[in-house]
C-alpha cells in the first residue's frame, strides 16, 4: 500500500482506480512538500540526472536475460520511458476532462510520484480547484491541448530528447497514449464512446500533434513513428504494437 500523498490530513483520491492503474490518482495539498516516498516530477524536467535515471533503469530492465544493458539502446529506453509516462498522466487527466468535465493546467509541477518499476507507478495531482470546459468535445479538445499537450506533455517530450528521443517519436508517444488511454475509456463507458472519439480527433489536430497518427475508418490508431520497443528484443527484432507505423494493416 502506498503512502497518502502529504501523510494525515491528505486530499481524498479521485475514484478512477475502477478504470484500471493507468487512471489512479491521488491528490496532495501542493503547499506541503513531498512526503517519502513520494517526489515531484518537476525533477524530471528540470534535472537531467533524474531522466537519465529513469532511463538507465527502464534500459536494464529491457535488456533481462542475463544481457549486459548496454545491449538495448539507450533511445529505445528513453522512449519507452517516455511512453509509459505520458500514459500514465495523460490517462487520468482525459478521463476527468471528457467523463466529468473537470479541467486544469497540468505541468509536472504539479505531479507527485513514486519512481517504481512500469508505468502504474503511484501518481498524485495538485489539489486546486477544476474548471468547467464550455462547450462540446472540440472545445474540450482545445482545452486540453493548452493544459496538457503544451504544458506536462512538452516537457516530457523535452526531458528525453537529450537521450536520443527525436520530437517525432515524442509526440508520436503521445498520440499512441491519448488512444489508448481513450481505448480503456470507451470499454468502461460505451454511452460516452462519440465524445471521446470526438475529444481524441480533435487533440490529434493539435499543432504538436497534427501529423503524427491517424484514425482509419474501423476507429483504430495508426502512428507515423514507431515508439522503438521491437529494438529492445535481441536481434532488434521484437514483436510491434498494434499501432505502429511498421505494423502491416490487419
Known amino acids: 500500500m502506498s503512502a497518502p500523498a502529504d501523510g494525515e490530513g491528505a486530499p481524498p483520491r479521485e475514484p478512477l482506480a475502477v478504470l484500471g492503474p493507468y487512471f489512479a490518482l491521488e491528490r496532495h495539498d501542493p503547499g506541503l512538500p513531498p512526503a517519502p516516498p513520494w517526489q515531484s516530477m518537476a525533477a ?27 545491449a538495448v539502446e539507450r533511445r529505445v529506453a ?9 500514459a500514465r498522466i495523460a490517462s487520468p487527466v482525459l478521463a476527468l ?8 493546467p497540468v505541468r509536472l509541477a504539479d505531479l507527485r510520484w513514486q519512481p517504481q518499476p512500469g508505468s502504474t507507478f503511484p501518481l498524485s495531482l495538485a489539489a486546486s480547484p477544476d474548471s468547467a470546459p464550455p462547450g462540446g468535445p472540440a472545445a474540450l479538445a482545445h482545452v486540453l491541448g ?40 470507451v470499454t468502461a463507458r460505451p454511452d460516452c464512446a462519440p465524445r471521446l472519439h470526438a475529444v481524441l480527433d480533435g487533440l490529434l489536430d493539435h499543432p504538436s ?26 536481434g532488434r527484432n521484437g514483436p510491434l504494437c498494434g499501432d505502429c507505423v511498421l505494423a502491416r494493416a490487419s
Open 209 to 234: 500533434l497534427r501529423g503524427t497518427a491517424a484514425r482509419g475508418p474501423d476507429g483504430r490508431l495508426r502512428r507515423r513513428s514507431c515508439c522503438l520497443i521491437y529494438r529492445a528484443a535481441p
Open 44 to 70: 524530471l524536467g528540470l534535472d537531467p540526472a533524474v531522466s537519465a535515471d529513469r532511463v538507465a533503469t527502464v534500459r536494464a530492465l529491457l535488456a533481462g536475460g542475463g544481457r549486459p544493458a548496454e
Open 97 to 104: 476532462a471528457v467523463l466529468e468535465g473537470r479541467v486544469r
Open 146 to 185: 493548452r493544459t496538457l499537450i503544451d504544458l506536462a506533455a512538452a516537457e516530457l517530450a523535452a526531458a528525453v530528447r537529450p537521450h536520443g528521443v527525436s520530437r517525432h517519436i515524442a509526440w508520436g508517444n503521445t498520440a499512441s497514449a491519448l488512444a489508448g488511454a481513450t481505448a480503456v475509456l
Open 78 to 86: 528513453a522512449s519507452v520511458v517516455h511512453l509509459g509516462l505520458v
